[in-house]
Nanobody, 118 residues
Framework: QVQLVESGGGLVQAGGSLRLSCAASRMIFIFSDNAMAWYRQPPGKQRELVAAITTRGITNYADSVKGRFTISRDNTKNTMYLQMNSLKPEDPAVYYC??????????WGQGTQVTVSS
């Protein structure tokens, strides 16, 4: 399995921005051949899809983040990003990056905490 490490979480005021990064590393893992996704899990709630990106860079987003979040990937760095703008009080959660195989999340990172203050 691939090792995924998220970074970039932290505390931000409502309306502010954060950029999350997910670095993938494993000898047998070819980053460019894998779809990737960001999920989040708010306190007391189930994990939910935030955004996904295909191997070709095609993206899709949860309705709750459309127009505010942007998912991207840099295959030369084996890294995926989530640019989060206009953060809302409902956005705080542990954000996880994941590989996607056959349309389902496969490998998970450990998560990074995003906290939004009012």
């Amino acid at each position: 399995q691939v090792q995924l490490v998220e970074s970039g979480g932290g505390l931000v005021q409502a309306g502010g921005s954060l950029r999350l990064s997910c670095a993938a590393s494993r000898m047998i893992f070819i980053f460019s051949d894998n779809a990737m996704a960001w999920y989040r899990q708010p306190p007391g709630k189930q994990r939910e899809l935030v955004a996904a990106i295909t191997t070709r860079g095609i993206t899709n987003y949860a309705d709750s983040v459309k127009g505010r979040f942007t998912i991207s990937r840099d295959n030369t760095k084996n890294t995926m990003y989530l640019q989060m703008n206009s953060l809302k009080p409902e956005d705080p959660a542990v954000y996880y990056c994941a590989t996607v195989r056959a349309g389902l999340p496969n490998n998970w990172g450990q998560g990074t905490q995003v906290t939004v203050s009012s």
